[in-house]
Every structure is written in C-alpha cells, then in structure tokens.
C-alpha cells in the first residue's frame, strides 16, 4: 500500500458535460474520503461510467469535464478497472509473463505465480496466452495487476462483469480485506451491499 493520502481523497465540485451533443452530466458535486468504499449506482444509461472516466480524467485517461473542478488528494495512487478490458491485453504473451511486468521491486517470480494462484488460475493454465483467455479471466488478471501495484485507490467499472460465482466471491472477499479507499460502479446489489459503506446514486 502506497502512503497515506490524507482525509479528503477526491473532491468533486459541480462538473458538467455533454456527450455526443446530449446533456450527461450536470452540476454533480461530491467527496470521497479515505478508506470509504462508494458505489455508483442506477440504471443503464444514467452516465455512471461517463462520471467514473470524468473524475479519472485530470491525472488518468478519461473525459474531461466541460465545466467544474475535479480534486485528487496529491498522494492518491489510483488504479483503475475499466469495464472493457481488451485494450490492457495488446501483446501474445502468457499469463504469467503479463503478470510480472506488473510486479514491484522486491517481488520475485514466486510473487507472481502465488498472485495468479489466488485469482484461480494454476498449473499449465499460467502458461497460456492472454489472448485466448475469457472476459471474465481478463478481470481477474487485472484484479491481480492492481493486487501488485499497491494502489492506495482503486476505481472499477462493473468489475463482476463475465465473472463466475466463484470470481465474485474471490473478488468480494479481496476487496473486503483491502485497507484503501473503493469507488466503484456496479449493477450487483449484492456484490454493492456487501462492500460499500456509500452510495452515488
């Protein structure tokens, strides 16, 4: 886990935009202090991952606000989980391979197989080329990716998304144990009552 980061980590404050010439967002003003776990919430359509891509969007790839503010404490180390996963997967490289050129210093290749062993990938199945791997499969390598990075934010777009019963309960039970700050977007309710202590709805 990266350094502390202080009370306020995210300050939201009336941004604005518009989106293929239609009004997305208006005037949306929020906070998110450490270690809260907040869910974004509503129906399809509403601009929940327009907001999550909005507020990534002054130190992260994402959509700038046409109007409003948009404050990151200096010490947030975000990682992020996008909803469409195939674009963090450009390279023929094996799962193990994919994993290490995340791993931090002082991690060894132990580090990285006992990582992949806990997202339920074992064996000969590290061996195979993450081209070839299901969505649901490519989650949890980027789950395992942020596991590596020490992130003191995490921010994920629908992260049970093609994940089995047995990934969302691996998932859940991870976060559940993660000590930094969560912002999260999902449809699951029970995956969103088990872990958020707020709602963005």
Request: charged share 25%; with cysteine; proline share 3%.
């Amino acid at each position: 886990m990266s350094k502390k980061i202080g009370d306020v980590i995210l300050d939201v404050h009336n941004i604005s935009l518009r989106f293929g010439g239609v009004k997305a967002l208006t005037d949306i003003s929020f906070n998110v202090r450490e270690h809260e776990v907040r869910a974004m919430i509503g129906p399809n359509g509403a601009g929940k991952t327009t907001l999550l891509k909005t507020i990534l969007s002054k130190r992260f790839d994402g959509i700038p606000a046409d109007s409003g503010d948009v404050k990151w404490a200096e010490n947030a180390n975000v990682g992020v989980m996008p909803q469409d996963t195939s674009e963090c997967f450009p390279q023929e490289e094996t799962l193990f391979e994919w994993m290490t050129q995340w791993r931090k210093p002082g991690d060894d290749d132990q580090a990285v197989r006992g990582i992949l062993g806990r997202l339920l990938f074992s064996g000969d199945e590290i061996g195979k080329t993450v081209k070839v791997v299901s969505g649901g499969e490519k989650g949890r390598l980027i789950w395992g990716k942020l596991m590596l990075q020490k992130h003191n934010v995490l921010a994920m777009d629908e992260p049970t998304n093609h994940m089995d019963m047995e990934s969302i309960e691996s998932l859940q039970i991870s976060l559940e144990k993660y000590e930094g700050t969560l912002i999260f977007v999902s449809h699951d309710r029970e995956f969103v009552s088990a872990l958020a202590n707020r709602i963005l709805e």
